[in-house]
């Protein structure tokens, strides 16, 4: 089974900046990809960014140039720091992973989510 353990929400003033951490654990063969997802209060859950494994990134519209993904593949460990937060940065954020386990099954899991909350 793979989990994944993510850390360094808070809170933070609009125009501070945060660091994410995301971990993943387990019988792992390979990680395709690895990614960053938010949930607003009353929205719904929006891609924030993402990694594979071939170095590719993609971010939202919303948090280009002012958020940075990247990943530690010896760690299998994704990080997302978040520079120039804004109030609307707010929401819970999780962390994603799918790969590979051992005998080559496919897995996909979530974190278990951790609260950013930008203040004005």
């Known amino acids: 089974q793979v989990q994944l353990v993510e850390s360094g929400g808070g809170l933070v003033q609009a125009g501070g900046s945060l660091r994410l951490s995301c971990a993943a654990s387990g019988s792992i063969f390979k990680i395709n990809a690895m990614g960053w997802y938010r949930q607003a209060p009353g929205k719904q859950r929006e891609l924030v960014a993402t990694?594979?494994?071939?170095?590719?990134?993609n971010y939202a519209g919303s948090v280009k140039g002012r958020f940075t993904i990247s990943r530690d593949n010896a760690k299998n460990t994704v990080y997302l720091q978040m520079n120039s937060l804004k109030p609307e940065d707010t929401a819970v954020y999780y962390c994603?992973?799918?790969?590979?386990?051992?005998?080559?099954?496919?897995?996909?899991?979530w974190g278990q989510g951790t609260l950013v909350t930008v203040s004005s």
């Open positions: 990694s594979t494994s071939a170095g590719n990134t």
């Open positions: 994603n992973a799918y790969g590979l386990q051992e005998w080559y099954r496919n897995f996909e899991v």
